[in-house]
């Protein structure tokens, strides 16, 4: 459960960007970023990065449980990360974690129609373009 609730803030993190400003001058990519610019964090991006995610549009929760992958500490953000981590990172795991184990517990989800990764956006917030209906049996 841990793992598809990772993999699941991975392809569509809560937060569209995280904001920050540069504490120093930094050099970056051939150009400077100087103390004081604002600068953010695009999870979304960064979080699809085939450099970093191998195959990276794909739905594979066990990403997050093969040694091999181990993760660099800033390459997974979807609730931030370092002393700036959203303090709201453990209650969603508990609530989500809770709400998905009383829901399937004798139900099965179906989703109509079926979803594909192109019917999503992602501005302001993570959404579906296309309405979809969510059923339990």
Request: glycine share 6%; proline share 13%.
């Amino acid at each position: 459960l841990d793992a598809a609730f990772r993999e699941t803030l991975r392809l569509f993190p809560s937060v569209p960007a995280i904001p920050r400003v540069a504490t120093e001058d930094i050099a970056y990519g051939g150009h400077i970023i100087p103390k004081g610019a604002r600068v953010a964090v695009y999870p979304y991006f960064n979080h699809r990065d085939a450099n970093y995610w191998p195959n990276p549009d794909a739905f594979d929760p066990g990403r997050f449980l093969r040694k091999e992958d181990a993760l660099h500490k800033y390459q997974y953000t979807p609730f931030g990360s370092g002393p700036h981590t959203c303090l709201g990172l453990i209650f969603a795991e508990l609530v989500v974690k809770t709400l998905v184990v009383t829901l399937l517990r004798d139900r099965r989800p179906t989703v109509t129609p079926p979803w594909t990764p192109a019917d999503s956006g992602i501005f302001p917030f993570p959404h579906p373009r296309t309405p979809r209906t969510l059923r339990f049996a």
